[in-house]
């Protein structure tokens, strides 16, 4: 049974950081793409966002604009698992972050109907 599971959420204040976590089980994502998607407060599933994403065949990274400078996303292919490095943390960051994964990948498109497999989330609250 597949399964991505997030960790590493909490309420942190604005300016600072939060490391996610996501450990993928059930199959190996080494050749899939990951990614990172957050839903706000009231939002409903449709609107969920990008946030970052990596393709194991070219190594390259995308970001939202709105996060770039601030968010990286990297992976441990050996242990199965996905990060997302989140700096400068700013009350509009409020949201559930969810991971994600294209196991066909790669992927530049990045819409989240196209990904194979979530997690539940982990929600990320940022205080002003």
């Known amino acids: 049974q597949v399964q991505l599971v997030e960790s590493g959420g909490g309420l942190v204040q604005a300016g600072g950081s939060l490391r996610l976590s996501c450990a993928a089980s059930g199959r190996t994502f080494s050749r899939s793409a990951m990614a990172w998607y957050r839903q706000a407060p009231g939002q409903e599933r449709e609107e969920r966002e990008f946030?970052?994403?990596?393709?194991?065949?070219?190594?390259?990274?995308y970001y939202a604009d709105s996060v770039k400078g601030r968010f990286a996303i990297s992976r441990d292919n050996a242990k199965n698992r996905v990060y997302l490095q989140m700096n400068s943390l700013k009350p509009e960051d409020t949201a559930v972050y969810y991971c994600?994964?294209?196991?066909?990948?790669?992927?530049?498109?990045?819409?989240?109907?196209?990904?194979?497999?979530w997690g539940k989330g982990t929600l990320v609250t940022v205080s002003s």
């Open positions: 994600a994964a294209d196991v066909e990948g790669p992927n530049t498109g990045w819409e989240a109907w196209g990904m194979d497999y």
């Open positions: 946030v970052a994403g990596s393709n194991w065949s070219d190594n390259n990274t």
